[in-house]
C-alpha cells in the first residue's frame, strides 16, 4: 500500500521550519512521522500526515514550495536484524532505497518509512516475499492501544 | 481618427499605417528635409547644442544629407541631468503642454516635454505599433503600465483610444484585480511590462484562473524593459498570448519608437520620426547595418525637446533586411541588453539577459531570479538566487542538488564564469509591478 508523504523545501533562512511548523498546526495538522534533510544550502522536510492533501494546500497557501510523492510503510519486528532481514530479501530484484526514516510503535514494531526508486516493483517485491506493508488507515490508527 | 470605411473594407488596411510602407527614397527625401529642420531649430533655441556646433566649427547649413548627421555631436542622459529640469527645451514653457519624467535610479530624475503637436506625433506613432500588432477598433486593451510621470501609461492610453479600441486604464500594481478585470470586462488585448505580465500569469495560476480557458486576451504589446525570445516563448505558452515587443524611451519619445508587426521578428523604427543609427560604444564611429553597437536616435519632427545623436545605451543592431510584412521601415534587433546594465565578474562582462537566457534553457520556463552583486576583498562577486516552484521540487536532496548544479552549468556556458546559485522559496523575491529589478547591488561603492 502506497503511503502519501508530503515533501517542503525550506530556504536557508532562520525561522523557516517554524514557520511552516506554524502553519500546519493552525490547521491542525498532525505529523506522525517526518524527516528533515540538510543539504547545507536549503533543507528538505518530508512527511506523513492523515491528511496529506490539506497539509499540501496548507504549506502552499504559506508560501512554501510543496510536494506529494508516494512511499511505502513496512512493518517490521522490532529487534536486531529486522531490517536486515528484507533488505536481503530484496537485493535479488535490483531495488535501491533513496532514503529511509523510521519509528519504533508501542505495539512493538517498527514502521519504516521507505522511498524506493521504483515503488510499484518495490510492493510486488516485498508482497512476495512476505514484508508486511502499512495501509494509511492502519498507519495513523493502530499506534492507539498501548501494551 | 480610424475611418470607419476602410476599417469595413477586408479588416486589414488602415490608413494610419501607410506611412510605415512609404517607398524607401521618399522616406529618405522626408528624413533629410525634417533633419536639416530639427537641426536648425535645436541650434537656435538650445544653448547646449549651438556650443557643441560651434565649438566643431558646424553651421546647421553644413546638413545637406542623411549622412552629414555623422558630423553632429552626440548627446546623452548626463545632458538631461546637467541641465534640468527645462535646459534642453526648444520651445518655450507656455507650448508645452506635458511633461513626463523617468524615475532615475541616482539622484534627480530625467524630464522631457511635449508641444500638441509632438502629442499628436507621439498618439500616431502608437497607433501604427498599435496597428502592426494586430490592435483594432473592437478590441478591449487593459493598459497596465503606469499611470503618471512614466511614459507607458499615457502614452500607450492615447493611442489605444485613437484607435478607439476600449480602453482599461488599470494602470500597474494590484495583481489580483487585474486577473479579475481581464475576466469580468472580457479583455482581448494587453499593454504592459513583460516581467509584470510573468507575475500576473502566476497569480492566475495562484487564483485557480487558466488564461486559455477563462480569458480571452489574444495578444499583448510588451516593453519598457529589455526581454528576451525565451521570455516571448514562455509568455506565449504559459497563457497563449502572442506578445509582441514595443520599444521607446523617454528621452526620445516614450514607447513607439519602433514597434514589431505581425511576424514578430524585431521591432520596425518609425523612421519617418525616428532617425536610427549604430555606433561603437568605444571609439563612438558609426557602424555598418546588420553590425552591434550602441543605438543612437535623432528625432526628425520633436518640437519641445529635440534629441540629436541620443544614445540610448542599449545594445543592438539594424536589421536591413526587407520584412514580409512589406513595411519599408528597418528593424531592430530586439533589445536584450543595454551597456549600463553590464557588470564585470572577474574580469568578464556580464549582461543580466545572459543569466535569464541561461535560466530559461535549464527549466523551459522563466523561475523568478534575482542577481545579487557584492565585493569581497576588493572583487565584484556574484549570486544567483533561484525560486523554487512545485513542479522543481523533487523529494530527494540529490535531485535538488542536480538541480542546482544544472542552473550553475548553464550559467557557465553562457557566461563562461562559475557562479554561485541559490535555491530560494517561492515569493521570496520581491515582484515589481514596472520595470524588473532583476539585480541587488550591495557593492558599497559603484564605479
Known amino acids: 500500500m502506497k503511503i502519501r508523504q508530503i515533501s517542503v523545501f525550506l530556504e536557508n533562512q532562520p525561522g523557516r521550519l517554524s514557520a511552516l511548523c506554524r502553519a500546519l498546526a493552525e490547521a491542525g495538522i498532525n505529523l506522525v512521522a517526518l524527516t528533515l534533510s540538510d543539504a547545507g544550502e536549503f533543507g528538505l522536510l518530508r512527511f506523513i500526515t492523515p491528511e496529506p492533501d490539506r497539509a499540501e494546500q496548507v504549506a502552499k497557501a504559506a508560501g512554501f514550495a510543496a510536494i506529494s510523492s508516494d512511499v511505502l510503510a513496512l512493518c517490521l519486528p522490532n529487534r536486531p536484524g529486522g531490517l536486515a532481514a528484507v533488505l536481503t530479501q530484496l537485493e535479488p530484484h535490483g531495488l535501491s532505497v533513496e532514503y529511509m526514516y523510521a519509528f519504533a510503535r508501542r505495539t512493538g514494531d517498527a514502521v519504516m518509512i521507505t522511498c524506493f526508486d521504483d515503488v510499484d516493483l518495490a510492493m510486488a517485491a516485498l508482497r512476495t516475499a512476505g514484508v508486511s506493508m502499512l495501509k494509511p488507515a492502519d498507519l495513523f490508527a493502530s499506534d492507539q492501544p498501548s501494551v | ?447
Open chain 2, 1 to 447: 481618427m480610424i475611418s470607419r470605411l476602410w476599417n469595413d473594407l477586408e479588416g486589414t488596411f488602415f490608413p494610419e499605417s501607410a506611412l510605415d510602407f512609404m517607398p524607401v527614397e521618399r522616406l529618405r527625401e522626408v528624413q533629410l528635409q525634417r533633419l536639416k529642420t530639427v537641426v536648425s531649430l535645436a541650434y537656435e533655441r538650445v544653448a547646449l547644442f549651438r556650443e557643441r556646433l560651434d565649438a566643431r566649427g558646424l553651421k546647421p547649413a553644413d546638413i545637406r544629407s542623411l549622412d552629414d548627421v555623422r558630423r553632429l555631436p552626440y548627446s546623452m542622459k548626463s545632458d538631461l541631468r546637467d541641465t534640468y529640469p527645462y535646459g534642453l527645451f526648444a520651445v518655450p514653457m507656455t507650448e508645452v503642454v506635458r511633461l513626463h519624467a523617468s524615475s532615475g535610479t541616482t539622484g534627480k530624475p530625467i524630464v522631457v516635454g511635449y508641444t500638441a503637436q509632438d502629442m499628436e506625433v507621439w498618439k500616431q506613432v502608437i497607433v501604427r505599433a498599435l496597428l502592426s500588432a494586430g490592435f483594432t477598433r473592437g478590441d478591449i486593451v487593459q493598459n497596465m503600465y503606469g499611470y503618471g510621470l512614466f511614459t507607458g501609461g499615457l502614452g500607450l492610453h492615447a493611442g489605444l483610444e485613437a484607435l478607439e479600441a476600449t480602453v482599461v486604464p488599470a494602470s500597474g500594481g494590484n495583481s489580483e484585480r487585474q486577473i479579475m478585470l481581464m475576466k469580468d470586462f472580457g479583455v482581448t488585448a494587453i499593454c504592459g511590462t513583460p516581467s509584470y505580465f510573468v507575475h500576473l500569469i502566476e497569480v492566475a495560476q495562484r487564483m485557480g484562473v487558466d488564461f486559455r480557458r477563462d480569458l480571452k486576451v489574444k495578444r499583448g504589446l510588451f516593453g519598457a524593459e529589455p526581454w528576451s525570445d525565451g521570455l516571448r516563448k514562455y509568455i506565449e505558452g504559459a497563457s497563449g498570448v502572442k506578445a509582441y515587443d514595443i520599444y521607446g524611451l523617454s528621452e526620445i519619445v516614450g514607447p513607439g519608437v519602433g514597434s514589431e508587426c505581425e511576424c514578430r521578428d524585431g521591432p520596425h523604427i518609425f523612421e519617418d520620426h525616428f532617425l536610427v543609427e549604430i555606433i561603437d560604444p568605444d571609439t563612438l564611429e558609426p557602424l555598418p547595418d546588420g553590425q552591434e553597437g550602441e543605438l543612437v536616435f535623432t528625432t526628425l519632427s520633436k518640437q519641445a525637446m529635440p534629441a540629436i545623436r541620443y544614445r540610448t545605451r542599449d545594445i543592438t543592431a539594424i536589421d536591413p533586411r526587407p520584412c514580409s510584412c512589406g513595411r519599408t521601415l528597418r528593424r531592430i534587433r530586439r533589445i536584450c541588453r543595454r551597456s549600463d546594465d553590464m557588470f564585470i565578474i572577474h574580469g568578464v562582462n556580464v549582461f543580466p539577459s545572459q543569466i535569464e537566457a541561461a535560466l530559461l534553457r535549464t527549466e523551459a520556463s522563466l523561475p523568478h531570479y534575482l542577481i545579487v552583486l557584492t565585493r569581497r576583498s576588493g572583487l565584484d562577486q556574484m549570486e544567483v538566487r533561484v525560486e523554487i516552484t512545485g513542479e522543481m521540487l523533487r523529494d530527494r536532496v540529490g535531485a535538488m542538488e542536480q538541480l542546482q548544479k544544472r542552473f550553475a552549468r548553464s550559467i557557465e556556458q553562457v557566461t563562461g564564469l562559475h557562479i554561485a546559485v541559490t535555491l530560494a522559496q517561492p515569493g521570496s523575491i520581491e515582484r515589481s509591478e514596472g520595470k524588473a529589478r532583476r539585480v541587488l547591488d550591495l557593492r558599497e561603492s559603484k564605479s
